[in-house]
């Protein structure tokens, strides 16, 4: 549908831009009639399709979480009208944030070149950054651009949020299976108070009954401690503190690094083992 | 109320039998021989205190009463006070048109230099934090082929004060005393010097010394009617025994005179001025920018005494770049900006470049100031006061005397000029009818002109005060953008609203 409309309004425009008093001019927003974009792959949305966005994207994530265009559509349609400008005020409250938003750096495998991560020391941030990539088998370019924000400031804003998020992942160590992500996105709704982090939280409702037990015991305990107390993650220069140790950029963002999921599954995984050899040697 | 023994709370009795009461009670009979005697005492040469002597002055009723003014400033220097055309002086006053038509009934306007003063013909006021604004001209009360109506008129205090003391001057000498560079030693109540003298019981009496080192013997002058002219921390005021409530507003006014970049003046209306002001809740008050001649402009903004200090601690072209970006940035950019440190390698400029280009500006924004006029930054602190009375036996308070108020409308030399109006009428009224000028039954009739609409004034600038300081989004920022909304899409409403700040 948006395609549609966006060629029909193409269409309309290149019309009409001969006059300048055309019609098209005033005539208000419609599908048929799209605004200019503000930035370079901005859609513009009417209130009525953001809405349809927002329902749409959260019921088809929900289906399949593994779907992450959809989670940022979800993150996107829900992030206007006050969240993402709140998000936004915490960077230029802040003289990193602020320097952030002027140079608006881009994380890619291209700015950030893995060969050099890795070269980076021990238990530092770049270094566990590179190794949480490679133990998750996942890379940096797999982010979409922001489209449906209106205003290109806080489009960056919400460009900036998802291409951090990896990063968060490497400084708590949490893998992207569902139940880490969960824990991660708890965690980025106190911090963020993005909605779609919060509204992640009802994939909850997809674990089985003994990860929803870790989860509520474990890890949801953490995400609201550390979310909580800790300073905005957004406001964080991840390309200047590659070299940092991770532990100490931990202590000055007041995050408690959590319980290692995917080592807590090994464990299960080989208790259940033996477990299993126990009950075949006794009945063997 | 100071205590007074008998006659001036007691007016209904006659002079012989009031006589009687005191016979024999004579105190400090003689003290050093009878003070001169003035029908009225003006202690405090503001322009409160002159336009109460131009105006008294003026009426062909009052001119032959003998009044004296009392002032600690050099009231010769005020009178020839002079700048470069290209100079303001950065104490500066919006006159409503009621004013101006005081100053013009009493003949003081004329000698006022019109090219120090200028009108405007609209103010745009608006919200920094929700963006709503109103505009306020007169365009709903006239037609669009008229010339626009002015809302206000800018004039430097000193050239009102010199216009004033020039229409005193020409009113000749005849029965005026000012005592320049004096000030008032101490204010007594007279004491009955009969059979020698006057009774002065009840008649206050000064003792004016000149500033500065002086062995002359103070002057003792009584007073019919003392008027306390005299500020904030009013002396006769406290003679008189009068409480005074109030609160500080813990701001300080920061004044400066700047000079403005191109002005676009529209075509139509020819020659029309806007005065500007922004609501910066996040910051503690108002900015306001005032129309001057030559494309000049008053600067005034409320703000925390830490903001105030700071804005004054930066170099001009910071300072020019805050004052820039008060009118332009969004509250989150200009509280930043407000802690920047003047060493950081951005500078303030900068910060306002690069934030314009992601802001978007409202269509009122005043153009761009390019320079601040050297030695005319200065900060004053905001208060409220209002006197419990204005009139106690033979004492009058008017302007600050009586009440100080938030200068976020603009209304304190207003609401000043108008109890001077009031004062001299009702003075006016007492001479014309035989009754005795101080007599508190005189003086009621001014006080009770005054006092309500000085406290709706004043309260009014207090509450839009206090809503305008709440900062952030929430129910308040909500309800007040709604009711400028309102008020601005309702030219009744307006149209009363700009009649009552007018004085009419």
Same mark, same amino acid.
């Given at each position: 549908?948006?395609?549609?409309?966006?060629?029909?309004?193409?269409?309309?425009?290149?019309?009409?831009?001969?006059? %300048?008093?055309?019609?098209? @001019?005033?005539?208000?927003?419609?599908?048929?009639?799209?605004?200019?974009? +503000?930035?370079?792959?901005?859609?513009?949305?009417?209130?009525?399709?953001?809405?349809?966005? @927002?329902?749409?994207?959260?019921?088809?994530?929900?289906?399949?979480?593994?779907?992450?265009?959809?989670?940022? @559509?979800?993150?996107?349609?829900?992030?206007?009208?006050?969240?993402?400008?709140?998000?936004?005020?915490?960077?230029?409250?802040?003289?990193?944030?602020?320097?952030?938003?002027?140079?608006?750096?881009?994380?890619?495998?291209?700015?950030?070149?893995?060969?050099?991560?890795?070269?980076?020391?021990?238990?530092?941030?770049?270094?566990?950054?590179?190794?949480?990539?490679?133990?998750?088998?996942?890379?940096?370019?797999?982010?979409?651009?922001?489209?449906?924000?209106?205003?290109?400031?806080?489009?960056?804003?919400?460009?900036?949020?998802?291409?951090?998020?990896?990063?968060?992942?490497?400084?708590?160590?949490?893998?992207?299976?569902?139940?880490?992500?969960?824990?991660?996105?708890?965690?980025?709704?106190? +911090?963020?108070?993005?909605?779609?982090?919060?509204?992640?939280?009802?994939?909850?409702?997809?674990?089985?009954?003994?990860?929803?037990?870790?989860?509520?015991?474990?890890?949801?305990?953490?995400?609201?401690?550390?979310?909580?107390?800790?300073?905005?993650?957004? +406001?964080?220069?991840?390309?200047?503190?590659?070299?940092?140790?991770?532990?100490?950029?931990?202590?000055?963002?007041?995050?408690?690094?959590?319980?290692?999921?995917?080592?807590?599954?090994?464990?299960?995984?080989?208790?259940? %083992?033996?477990?299993?050899?126990?009950?075949?040697?006794?009945?063997? | 109320?100071?205590?007074? /023994?008998?006659?001036? =709370?007691?007016?209904?009795?006659?002079?012989?039998?009031?006589?009687?009461?005191?016979?024999?009670?004579? *105190?400090?009979?003689?003290?050093?021989?009878?003070?001169?005697?003035?029908?009225?005492?003006?202690?405090?040469?503001?322009?409160?205190?002159?336009? =109460?002597?131009?105006?008294?002055?003026? /009426?062909?009723?009052?001119?032959?009463?003998?009044?004296?003014?009392?002032?600690?400033?050099?009231?010769?220097? &005020?009178?020839?006070?002079?700048?470069?055309?290209?100079?303001?002086?950065?104490?500066?006053?919006?006159?409503?048109?009621?004013?101006?038509?005081?100053?013009?009934?009493?003949?003081?306007?004329?000698?006022?230099?019109?090219?120090?003063?200028?009108?405007?013909?609209?103010?745009?006021?608006?919200?920094?934090?929700?963006?709503?604004?109103?505009?306020?001209?007169?365009?709903?009360?006239?037609?669009?082929?008229?010339?626009?109506?002015?809302?206000?008129?800018?004039?430097?205090?000193?050239?009102?004060?010199?216009? #004033?003391?020039?229409?005193?001057?020409?009113?000749?000498?005849?029965?005026?005393?000012?005592?320049?560079?004096?000030?008032?030693?101490?204010?007594?109540?007279?004491?009955?010097?009969?059979?020698?003298?006057?009774? #002065?019981?009840?008649?206050?009496?000064?003792?004016?010394?000149?500033?500065?080192?002086?062995?002359?013997?103070?002057?003792?002058?009584?007073?019919?009617?003392?008027?306390?002219?005299?500020?904030?921390?009013?002396? $006769?005021?406290?003679?008189?025994?009068?409480?005074?409530?109030?609160?500080?507003?813990?701001?300080?006014?920061?004044?400066?005179?700047?000079?403005?970049?191109?002005?676009?003046?529209?075509?139509?209306?020819?020659?029309?001025?806007?005065?500007?002001?922004?609501?910066?809740?996040?910051?503690?008050?108002?900015?306001?920018?005032?129309?001057?001649?030559?494309?000049?402009?008053?600067?005034?903004?409320?703000?925390?005494?830490?903001?105030?200090?700071?804005?004054?601690?930066?170099?001009?072209?910071?300072?020019?770049?805050?004052?820039?970006?008060?009118?332009?940035?969004?509250?989150?950019?200009?509280?930043?900006?407000?802690?920047?440190?003047?060493?950081?390698?951005?500078?303030?400029?900068?910060?306002?470049?690069?934030?314009?280009?992601?802001?978007?500006?409202?269509?009122?924004?005043?153009?761009? &100031?390019?320079?601040?006029?050297?030695?005319? $930054?200065?900060?004053?602190? #905001?208060?409220? *006061?209002?006197?419990?009375?204005?009139?106690?036996?033979?004492?009058?308070?008017?302007?600050?005397?009586?009440?100080?108020?938030?200068?976020?409308?603009?209304?304190?030399?207003?609401?000043? #000029?108008?109890?001077?109006?009031?004062?001299?009428?009702?003075?006016?009224?007492?001479?014309?009818?035989?009754?005795?000028?101080?007599?508190?039954?005189?003086?009621?009739?001014?006080?009770?002109?005054?006092?309500?609409?000085?406290?709706?004034?004043?309260?009014?600038?207090?509450?839009?005060?206090?809503?305008?300081?709440?900062?952030?989004?929430?129910?308040?920022?909500?309800?007040?953008?709604?009711?400028?909304?309102?008020?601005?899409?309702?030219?009744?409403?307006?149209?009363?609203?700009?009649?009552?700040?007018?004085?009419?």
């Amino acid at each position: 549908m948006s395609v549609l409309g966006r060629r029909g309004a193409l269409e309309l425009r290149a019309l009409t831009t001969n006059s %300048k008093t055309s019609p098209t @001019a005033i005539r208000s927003f419609s599908v048929l009639n799209r605004p200019a974009p +503000n930035y370079p792959g901005h859609v513009p949305l009417t209130t009525i399709e953001r809405g349809a966005l @927002a329902i749409g994207s959260a019921l088809g994530s929900l289906v399949n979480p593994r779907r992450a265009d959809l989670i940022a @559509a979800l993150g996107e349609a829900t992030a206007t009208p006050f969240f993402i400008y709140r998000l936004r005020d915490a960077m230029l409250s802040d003289p990193t944030g602020r320097r952030i938003l002027r140079d608006r750096p881009r994380i890619t495998s291209e700015t950030l070149k893995m060969t050099h991560l890795r070269t980076l020391p021990e238990n530092s941030v770049g270094r566990t950054y590179a190794k949480w990539l490679d133990r998750e088998g996942v890379s940096p370019d797999t982010r979409d651009n922001v489209q449906y924000i209106d205003n290109e400031e806080c489009a960056y804003v919400m460009q900036r949020y998802r291409e951090c998020h990896d990063f968060y992942h490497a400084v708590t160590g949490l893998p992207i299976f569902v139940e880490g992500e969960l824990a991660l996105k708890a965690l980025e709704f106190l +911090n963020t108070l993005l909605p779609m982090t919060g509204l992640s939280l009802f994939a909850f409702v997809r674990m089985k009954p003994a990860e929803k037990e870790r989860f509520l015991s474990l890890h949801l305990p953490w995400a609201i401690r550390s979310g909580l107390r800790s300073n905005e993650l957004i +406001n964080v220069y991840w390309e200047e503190v590659l070299e940092k140790d991770v532990d100490e950029l931990r202590a000055e963002l007041n995050i408690e690094r959590p319980p290692d999921l995917r080592d807590i599954r090994k464990m299960i995984r080989q208790q259940q %083992k033996r477990e299993k050899e126990q009950r075949e040697q006794a009945s063997g | 109320m100071r205590p007074i /023994s008998r006659s001036a =709370l007691r007016p209904h009795v006659c002079q012989t039998c009031r006589h009687g009461i005191g016979a024999g009670r004579r *105190r400090f009979a003689s003290q050093s021989g009878s003070p001169d005697l003035y029908d009225v005492v003006c202690v405090g040469g503001g322009p409160a205190g002159l336009g =109460l002597m131009a105006a008294l002055r003026a /009426s062909p009723i009052t001119s032959k009463l003998r009044v004296a003014l009392i002032e600690t400033q050099d009231l010769t220097k &005020a009178q020839a006070w002079n700048l470069e055309p290209t100079q303001y002086s950065n104490r500066v006053s919006s006159l409503t048109p009621s004013s101006v038509a005081f100053l013009r009934q009493i003949g003081a306007y004329d000698h006022l230099d019109v090219d120090r003063v200028q009108d405007y013909q609209d103010m745009q006021v608006w919200d920094g934090q929700t963006g709503s604004s109103i505009s306020f001209d007169w365009s709903m009360e006239t037609s669009p082929f008229e010339d626009p109506r002015t809302v206000a008129t800018m004039t430097e205090n000193a050239n009102l004060v010199r216009a #004033l003391l020039r229409r005193i001057a020409q009113s000749g000498d005849e029965n005026l005393s000012l005592f320049s560079n004096s000030t008032v030693a101490s204010i007594e109540t007279g004491s009955d010097l009969k059979p020698e003298g006057p009774d #002065l019981s009840a008649w206050p009496v000064l003792s004016i010394k000149p500033t500065g080192p002086s062995e002359s013997t103070p002057k003792r002058i009584a007073a019919r009617l003392l008027v306390g002219a005299d500020g904030i921390n009013s002396p $006769v005021r406290s003679f008189a025994d009068i409480s005074t409530h109030g609160w500080d507003y813990g701001r300080h006014g920061i004044v400066a005179t700047l000079a403005l970049g191109d002005l676009d003046i529209p075509p139509f209306p020819a020659s029309k001025r806007t005065a500007y002001q922004r609501f910066l809740p996040a910051l503690g008050g108002p900015i306001a920018l005032l129309p001057l001649p030559n494309n000049h402009a008053t600067l005034v903004w409320s703000t925390t005494p830490e903001n105030a200090a700071y804005l004054k601690s930066l170099s001009t072209p910071s300072f020019l770049a805050m004052v820039n970006a008060a009118f332009r940035l969004e509250m989150t950019d200009l509280s930043y900006m407000m802690g920047m440190s003047s060493t950081s390698d951005i500078s303030h400029q900068d910060e306002l470049t690069w934030r314009t280009q992601h802001t978007a500006l409202p269509s009122q924004v005043p153009p761009p &100031a390019t320079a601040v006029q050297e030695g005319t $930054v200065a900060s004053f602190p #905001l208060r409220f *006061r209002h006197a419990a009375q204005y009139v106690s036996p033979r004492v009058a308070l008017v302007g600050d005397a009586a009440h100080v108020i938030h200068p976020l409308a603009g209304q304190g030399l207003n609401l000043g #000029l108008a109890d001077v109006a009031s004062l001299s009428k009702t003075i006016q009224y007492a001479v014309s009818h035989g009754m005795d000028v101080g007599d508190l039954i005189t003086l009621e009739r001014y006080s009770s002109e005054r006092y309500l609409p000085n406290a709706k004034i004043g309260g009014a600038c207090d509450l839009l005060h206090k809503m305008y300081t709440v900062p952030g989004e929430g129910p308040v920022a909500w309800a007040r953008s709604l009711g400028l909304g309102v008020v601005d899409r309702l030219p009744f409403v307006k149209s009363f609203l700009m009649k009552n700040a007018e004085g009419y």
